[in-house]
């Protein structure tokens, strides 16, 4: 899984992110928010769009 292009939208008071995940040697891109303060834990952030991406998958069904 990668993170591109982190952000904080102060309108919205969510972290926005594009998660890549790589499967069987393909890269799918999935647009993610988190909500949350600003000063939000990074790991909680890492682990909140990454979980958002894979329930936008199918990786989670395999």
Do not use: K, Q, W
């Amino acid at each position: 899984m990668r993170i591109n292009n982190l952000r904080y939208n102060g309108r919205t008071h969510a972290f926005e992110a594009s998660v890549d995940i790589t499967r069987d040697g393909r890269t799918f891109r999935y647009p993610c928010e988190v909500y949350g303060p600003a000063s939000m834990d990074p790991a909680l952030i890492s682990a909140g769009l990454r979980d958002r991406a894979i329930r936008m998958s199918d990786t989670h069904r395999r």
